[in-house]
């Protein structure tokens, strides 16, 4: 009488064939993780400087339309709501009258390394986003 054959699969070998498979879908896991950490992540910085097609957004964020300094920000950056059509040296707005296409002037004061000037904007075509998006 011949001896039962043992089966190919026990229970050590199934164990040990998924705890490998486990391991190699955490490794893949981690690995798409890494990969896309690159492309999201931190904007890119935005001129510190008000320039020509630069995007602004008020410098306190409780400010609705209105006077007040703006801030340079990001154009993918979600509080951006105006595009600088052009600077203009000194605080006079009404120079921003012959600007094809802007709608708002916002005089900016003086700094150290920047005289006073008039941003000539002209608004997004966003609309407000809450902080939950």
């Known amino acids: 009488m011949a001896a039962p054959e043992r089966g190919t699969w026990t229970v050590y070998r199934a164990t040990v064939l998924m705890a490998l498979g486990l391991a190699a879908c955490a490794l893949l896991t981690s690995a798409a993780e890494y990969a896309d950490a690159g492309r999201t992540g931190v904007l890119p ?6 320039v020509t097609g630069a ?5 306190h964020p409780a400010h609705h339309l209105g006077p007040g300094t703006l801030r340079m920000v990001d154009c993918r950056d979600r509080a951006a709501r105006f595009e600088v059509l052009r600077v203009v040296a000194g605080d006079a707005p009404i120079r921003c009258g012959g600007v094809p296409g802007a709608e708002l002037a916002f005089p900016q004061p003086a700094t150290q390394h920047h005289p006073t000037a008039t941003l000539c904007v002209t608004l997004l ?4 986003r809450g902080p939950e998006e």
């Open 45 to 50: 910085a935005a001129p510190q400087q008000a």
């Open 125 to 128: 075509d966003v609309q407000a």
């Open 55 to 59: 995007c602004a957004a008020h410098a």
